[in-house]
């Protein structure tokens, strides 16, 4: 079993940064990828960022790409998400999740989730 925690949501103005963080513990590894997904009200849970733990391979949706960054730190065993030049459609609850070996943009993929942090861009 793997535990994901996330942190680091919150309100902030349209062209702010927020910085997310999941950390994990339990039956961890390096096989493992990690991924942000978010999920509006009323729209379905959508793949945001992923990265692979093993070599630090990054991968991103078309809408974050040059504003969101996901990187890992392997000794504290947290996975970031860097948010910069915010928008309101960016506003939903954001999650991590884990799943063995290959980053996919398929929620249901993904064995494990966080409880997931709420992200507010007001314009």
């Known amino acids: 079993q793997v535990q994901l925690v996330e942190s680091g949501g919150g309100l902030v103005e349209a062209g702010g940064s927020l910085r997310l963080s999941c950390a994990a513990s339990?039956?961890?590894?390096?096989?493992?990828?990690m991924g942000w997904f978010r999920q509006a009200p009323g729209k379905e849970r959508e793949f945001v960022a992923g990265?692979?733990?093993?070599?630090?391979?990054?991968y991103y949706a078309d809408s974050v790409k040059g504003r969101f960054t996901i990187s890992r730190d392997n000794a504290q065993n947290t996975v970031a998400l860097q948010m910069n030049s915010l928008k309101p459609e960016d506003t939903a609850v954001y999650y991590c999740?884990?799943?063995?070996?290959?980053?996919?943009?398929?929620?249901?993929?993904?064995?494990?989730w966080g409880q997931g942090t709420q992200v507010t861009v007001s314009s």
């Open positions: 999740a884990a799943r063995w070996l290959l980053v996919t943009t398929t929620p249901n993929d993904y064995n494990y």
């Open positions: 339990g039956r961890t590894s390096n096989n493992y990828v």
């Open positions: 990265i692979r733990w093993n070599d630090g391979n990054t």
